[in-house]
C-alpha cells in the first residue's frame, strides 16, 4: 500500500510540513479560529427536488482543507486506475465517465446513500487517519488532521477536503458491493452518493429485491442508510439516467433542459435578461449550462471506434476554415 505523506507524522510541525505551510497559521486556525466563524452554511436547490444544505469554509480554513485534499488525491484510492467504481472528484472521471457504464442497458437501477457526508463522523474520520495502514498518525495529529476537517463532528459538504476523504474510507464498501453486484451480474458505479447498477439480464426484475435487501443489509452494516426513496428500476423502453444524464443509447441531455436553455438564452438576447426557477438568471449559470450541453455533445462525438478526436473551430486550422464551410463541424446543438 502506497505510504501517505502524512504517514505516521507524530508533531504538528511535520503535519505543517506535509502541507507546505507554516506551524504558526495552522496553530492560529486549529487553535485561534472559532470553529462557528470558519463556516458559510446556505442552501441550493435538488434537481430531485428540495434543498440540499451546504456548508463551505471561509479563508484561510479554505486553503487548509485545499492543502489537505491534494495531499489525500495522491493516494492509489484516489486515481482514475484503482477507482474500479468511484467517479466522483477523481481525475480523468466523471458525471460522463459514470453514465457511459450504464448505457444502452436492459435495466437501469439507482439510489443513493441519505446523509452521505454527515455520515462520516469525526470518530470514523479519525480511527481512519489513526489506524489505516497508509497514515498510521499519532493520536493527537490524527484529532489536529480530523479537527481541520470536520464541522460539528462530521464530514461537511461544501469542503474541499470531504470528497477525497470519503473516497478514501469508502473505498473497501464499494469493493464489497462490485462483490454483491457480480453475483447478479450487474455493473456497478458510484458517484459520491449515488449508486447505479445496470445489466442486460432479462431475469433482472425477478430478483431486483433480493437485490436490494442484501445491498440494504450491506449498506446497513457499513454505517450508512440507503435512500428508499430514491431507489427505482428504470426499463429500457423507459427514460433511463444516471446522475442527470440520459443513458437509453447515447449520452444525452433532457430534451427539457436544452429547451429551457435555449429560451433562456432568446430571452437573454432580446430583453437583456432570463430567468432560472422564477429568479433572474446571471452569465454564469447561463455558460455553465452551455458547458454541460457542450461536453455531452463532444463527448458522444469521440469516435470510440475510429479513435479520431473531434473538430471544433478550435482545432481546424485557418486555412481550412471559413464563413460557408463554419456550420458544417457542429451540431444542432453546437450551433
Known amino acids: 500500500m502506497k505510504k501517505s505523506p502524512f504517514y505516521q507524522i507524530s508533531t504538528r510541525q511535520e503535519l505543517a510540513d ?42 484561510p480554513l479554505a486553503n487548509i482543507q485545499s492543502k489537505i ?6 493516494q492509489p ?80 459538504q461544501g469542503a474541499p477536503s470531504s470528497p477525497p476523504i470519503t473516497n478514501l474510507i469508502f473505498h473497501i464498501v464499494d469493493f464489497k458491493i462490485i462483490k454483491l453486484a457480480r453475483k447478479y451480474n450487474l455493473d456497478y458505479t458510484r458517484y459520491v452518493d449515488d449508486l447505479t447498477f445496470s445489466t442486460n439480464e432479462k431475469s433482472f426484475p425477478k430478483f431486483s429485491q433480493n437485490f436490494l435487501n442484501e445491498l440494504n443489509a450491506l449498506i446497513t452494516h457499513e454505517g450508512f442508510k440507503l ?48 430567468t432560472i426557477d422564477g429568479k433572474l438568471g446571471t452569465i454564469n449559470q447561463l455558460d455553465g449550462r452551455f458547458n454541460y450541453i457542450n461536453q455531452l455533445v463532444r463527448y458522444n462525438k469521440k469516435s470510440i471506434k475510429r479513435k479520431v478526436a473531434y473538430k471544433t473551430k478550435y482545432n481546424v486550422e485557418k486555412k481550412d476554415f471559413n464563413h460557408q464551410s463554419r456550420f458544417t463541424l457542429f451540431s444542432g446543438k453546437e450551433q
Open 18 to 59: 506535509a502541507l507546505n505551510m507554516r506551524l504558526k497559521s495552522l496553530s492560529y486556525v486549529l487553535y485561534k479560529l472559532d470553529p462557528q466563524s470558519l463556516y458559510t452554511i446556505f442552501s441550493i436547490s435538488k434537481k430531485s427536488g428540495g434543498k440540499r444544505e451546504i456548508t463551505a469554509p471561509k479563508k
Open 69 to 74: 485534499a491534494n495531499v489525500l488525491m495522491l
Open 77 to 156: 484510492e484516489n486515481s482514475a486506475l484503482r477507482s474500479k467504481a468511484s467517479h466522483g472528484f477523481i481525475k480523468n472521471k466523471s458525471i460522463l465517465t459514470n453514465a457511459t457504464v450504464h448505457r444502452n442497458k436492459n435495466y437501469v437501477l439507482n439510489t443513493d446513500i441519505q446523509d452521505f457526508f454527515p455520515s462520516f463522523s469525526f470518530g470514523r474520520v479519525l480511527g481512519f487517519f489513526k489506524k489505516n495502514n497508509a497514515f498510521m498518525m499519532d493520536h493527537k495529529v490524527a484529532v489536529a488532521l480530523t479537527n481541520l476537517c470536520c464541522y460539528k463532528k462530521k464530514l461537511p
Open 227 to 274: 435512500n428508499e426513496d430514491k431507489t427505482h428500476l428504470e426499463y429500457k423502453n423507459s427514460r433511463q439516467e444516471v446522475t442527470g444524464v440520459i443513458v437509453n443509447k447515447k449520452l444525452n441531455v433532457h430534451k427539457e433542459f436544452y429547451k429551457n436553455t435555449r429560451a433562456m438564452a432568446d430571452n437573454l438576447y432580446k430583453n437583456t435578461e432570463f
